[in-house]
């Protein structure tokens, strides 16, 4: 049902695991089929120079977290690197364009990396406001 490409990054996932004293957190949920990711960001002068997720999902769920962590993806979607307005710009549309598509009916779960990363840039927002 999954391409080679979603199945090697699902295999071998980048950038697992959580950051301490992350500057920036985001926890989103999937009330359906209750598959929950996390992503941590550490935020330098508001650019992104660290992110880690743990994704307790399904295979599109994880291959799409990792996507949107990965040094060696598109420098559309990377988000190491980008300022934390520009991490608000990444869709889960390009990120499934990136593993070159996902079945019909998994298309929802890359809809979890796009809002985990939303939550974690306003997380960070938010703390720099307080
Ligand atoms: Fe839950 Fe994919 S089935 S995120």
Do not use: W
């Not at 009330?31 to 990711?37: A, V």
């Not at 079945?103 to 406001?129: G, R, T, W």
């Amino acid at each position: 049902m999954y391409n080679q490409k979603v199945m090697d990054v699902f295999a071998n996932p980048h950038n697992v695991g959580v950051i301490e004293n992350a500057d920036g957190e985001g926890v989103v949920g999937n009330p359906t089929c209750g598959d929950i990711m996390k992503i941590t960001l550490k935020i330098e002068n508001d650019r992104i120079v660290d992110a880690k997720f743990q994704t307790f999902g399904c295979t599109a769920a994880i291959a799409t977290s990792s996507t949107a962590n990965d040094m060696s993806v598109s420098p559309e979607i990377n988000l190491l690197g980008k300022t934390v307005d520009e991490a608000l710009k990444i869709t889960n549309a390009q990120v499934v364009e990136e593993l070159e598509g996902l079945p019909p009916q998994k298309l929802h779960c890359s809809v979890l990396a796009e809002e985990a990363i939303k939550k974690a840039v306003e997380d960070y927002k938010a703390k720099q406001n307080a």
